[in-house]
């Protein structure tokens, strides 16, 4: 483990190693939660972040009182050692690990791979789901300095020197001269729908009409290599989709969408 952040992630040799200790706590939370029903590390809790992990009411983290309750309930304790793994790169086990930490629980970890990582390994896999005694767990308060709100986001920005406004103009004029004259009819209505979209979600503004834009980022890539279109304002994150094609029949919708960069 001398490449690892030690406080942060454990390796999958690591894992195999403590599947019976008993001070271990292994929980799997994917984005698709029906894969843990597939096959899941031995002993590990499977918990799904929809129905788990929100409050079904408020649309909201749990607060401490349901945290507690939802730990204790799995068997987990203050004083396990909890490692968290899923799908998609632990995306969902992060989020995971952030409320554990979130909630003064320190000692958690990650696992320094996806369950796919898991498996691909050829290491042991049940689908027998582990029945652990009722436990004792207390969860703080919640430690506010690990958790942002969107006005501390504005404040951010704003002292950053970023106005919102701005950038909205000079992304559409960048767009507007580099790309979309070089798509066709169908793409560029959808990229100009996405910008707006994009625009109402940095000022506040929800237009539940706009639909997300799909385009093949690779296709994207090959016809403006240089453009700040691709390294500036967006950042590419895949998904798994099955997307519709051009009237043409050439293929223009791919595994992935387009979502507007942070602002520094």
Same mark, same amino acid.
């Given at each position: 483990?001398?490449?690892? #952040?030690?406080?942060?992630?454990?390796?999958?040799?690591?894992?195999?190693?403590?599947?019976?200790?008993?001070? &271990?706590?292994?929980?799997?939370?994917?984005?698709?939660?029906?894969?843990? +029903?597939?096959?899941?590390?031995?002993?590990?809790?499977? *918990?799904?972040?929809?129905?788990?992990?929100?409050?079904?009411? %408020? %649309?909201?983290?749990?607060?401490?009182?349901?945290?507690? #309750?939802?730990?204790?309930?799995?068997?987990?304790?203050?004083?396990?050692?909890?490692?968290?793994?899923?799908?998609?790169?632990?995306? =969902?086990? +992060?989020?995971?690990?952030?409320?554990?930490?979130?909630?003064?629980?320190?000692?958690?970890?990650?696992?320094?791979?996806? /369950?796919?990582?898991?498996? #691909?390994?050829?290491?042991?896999?049940?689908?027998? &789901?582990?029945?652990? +005694?009722?436990?004792?767990?207390?969860?703080?308060?919640?430690?506010?300095?690990? %958790?942002?709100?969107?006005?501390? &986001?504005?404040?951010?920005?704003?002292? +950053?020197?970023?106005?919102?406004?701005? =950038?909205?103009?000079?992304?559409? #004029?960048? &767009?507007?001269?580099?790309?979309?004259?070089?798509?066709?009819?169908?793409?560029?209505?959808?990229?100009?729908?996405?910008?707006?979209?994009?625009?109402?979600?940095?000022?506040?503004?929800?237009?539940?009409? *706009?639909?997300?834009?799909?385009?093949?980022?690779? /296709? *994207?890539?090959?016809?403006?290599?240089?453009?700040?279109?691709?390294?500036? =304002?967006?950042?590419?994150?895949?998904?798994?989709?099955?997307?519709?094609?051009?009237?043409?029949?050439?293929?223009?919708?791919?595994?992935?969408?387009?979502?507007?960069?942070?602002?520094?």
């Amino acid at each position: 483990m001398t490449d690892y #952040a030690n406080d942060v992630l454990v390796s999958t040799a690591w894992v195999q190693e403590h599947l019976d200790d008993p001070e &271990v706590r292994i929980i799997e939370v994917d984005e698709d939660p029906s894969l843990y +029903a597939e096959a899941h590390i031995p002993g590990a809790i499977g *918990l799904d972040w929809r129905t788990d992990l929100q409050d079904d009411v %408020r %649309r909201d983290f749990l607060g401490p009182e349901e945290f507690s #309750a939802l730990m204790a309930s799995k068997g987990v304790s203050n004083e396990h050692i909890v490692v968290l793994y899923g799908d998609r790169n632990n995306w =969902f086990a +992060a989020y995971t690990y952030w409320y554990f930490k979130y909630y003064g629980h320190w000692e958690v970890r990650l696992v320094n791979g996806p /369950r796919e990582k898991w498996i #691909a390994e050829g290491r042991p896999t049940t689908t027998e &789901v582990p029945a652990y +005694a009722m436990a004792t767990y207390t969860a703080d308060e919640g430690d506010e300095d690990l %958790r942002a709100y969107r006005d501390d &986001v504005m404040q951010l920005a704003n002292k +950053a020197g970023s106005n919102l406004e701005q =950038f909205n103009q000079q992304l559409m #004029a960048l &767009v507007g001269t580099q790309v979309i004259p070089q798509l066709s009819s169908n793409l560029r209505e959808n990229v100009q729908r996405e910008i707006i979209s994009c625009r109402n979600a940095y000022t506040g503004r929800v237009d539940l009409s *706009l639909k997300p834009m799909f385009v093949n980022y690779n /296709r *994207l890539q090959r016809q403006f290599p240089n453009s700040l279109y691709n390294s500036m =304002f967006f950042h590419w994150q895949p998904e798994e989709l099955s997307m519709p094609k051009e009237e043409s029949g050439q293929q223009i919708f791919d595994t992935g969408k387009i979502k507007p960069m942070q602002l520094d």
